[in-house]
């Protein structure tokens, strides 16, 4: 008999240009970015100062535009954007969009994490509920990165 599932309570949005810019302008740079086009902040943003995880999935089977580094991608888009210029990849091409949950595994309810996250981008979430990342992230694994992270969180939240 397996061991129950470790659910913790998410946040999700769809990925748009408007997202993108808000994300820029209420978080700024991110903390951390990965050569498969992930975008990592950590802020204290939730209830009591709690802190949380806001993680830019990036598109099933994503691909680096030439000429922008991982570490350089959101601001090239961000820039691109806010020039009226195009940008390397459109954000939809990139990136299917946000998830926010507690860092570091801090108990929430899914509403109550939702009204932090509202208040934190001033966007409230397409969605939120209880999630289980592990086989989320085993079954991404094993498709080899052709996995959409975002669907496959929605999926657990309806």
């Known amino acids: 008999m397996g061991s129950p599932p470790d659910v913790v309570p998410a946040c999700v949005w769809s990925i748009s240009a408007e997202l993108v810019l808000a994300l820029d302008e209420r978080f700024g740079e991110p903390v951390d970015a990965?050569?498969?086009g992930a975008q990592v902040w950590l802020r204290d943003d939730g209830p009591g100062g709690?802190?949380?995880e806001w993680r830019l999935h990036p598109v099933a089977?994503?691909?680096q535009p030439d000429g922008v580094s991982h570490h350089d991608l959101l601001a090239s888009v961000v820039y691109a954007l806010r020039a009226g210029e195009g940008p390397p990849s459109p954000p939809e091409?990139?990136?299917?969009?946000?998830?926010?949950?507690?860092?570091?595994?801090?108990?929430l309810e899914p509403a109550t994490l939702a009204a932090a996250c509202t208040e934190a981008l001033g966007r409230a979430p397409d969605a939120f509920g209880l999630v289980d990342?592990?086989?989320?992230?085993?079954?991404w694994?094993?498709?080899?990165?052709?996995?959409?992270?975002?669907?496959?969180i929605r999926a657990q939240l309806t």
């Open 61 to 63: 089977g994503f691909t």
């Open 133 to 139: 990342h592990a086989p989320i992230g085993d079954a």
């Open 50 to 52: 709690a802190a949380l």
């Open 93 to 107: 091409a990139l990136w299917d969009g946000l998830e926010a949950f507690p860092g570091y595994g801090d108990e």
């Open 34 to 36: 990965y050569l498969n």
């Open 141 to 152: 694994e094993a498709a080899g990165g052709q996995l959409s992270v975002l669907d496959a």
